[in-house]
């Protein structure tokens, strides 16, 4: 069974950090490229960052660039968020996504998130 599961969300005061960290099973996703979408509450879901299959090319939304930091570890089939200079504005459950092609084309596989809330 396939599945991705994260950790590391928690509450942290504005302009602290935190770092998620997802965890792949069931198959490698050496080959595939992951992200990082999030999901406030009444909001639609939002694409934070994902990262190609090599990970060498990474992609950022525009209200994380500068702040956030995707990465991952092929050996270990993990992806994981490093998230600096946190705001209010990034409260919500971030969810890591397998086979992600875009911004708006995310791949077939989610984990079942973690929450993140930061506080002013």
């Known amino acids: 069974q396939v599945q991705l599961a994260e950790s590391g969300g928690g509450l942290v005061q504005a302009g602290g950090s935190l770092r998620l960290s997802c965890a792949a099973s069931g198959r490698s996703f050496s080959s595939d490229a992951m992200a990082w979408f999030r999901q406030a509450p009444g909001k639609e879901r939002e694409f934070v960052a994902g990262v190609s299959w090599s990970g060498h090319s990474t992609y950022y939304g525009d209200s994380v660039k500068g702040r956030f930091t995707i990465s991952r570890d092929n050996a270990n089939n993990t992806v994981a968020l490093q998230m600096d200079n946190l705001k209010p504005e990034d409260t919500a459950v971030y969810y890591c996504?397998?086979?992600?092609?875009?911004?708006?084309?995310?791949?077939?596989?989610w984990g079942q998130g973690t929450q993140v809330t930061v506080s002013s």
């Open positions: 996504n397998a086979g992600w092609a875009s911004a708006t084309r995310p791949g077939s596989y």
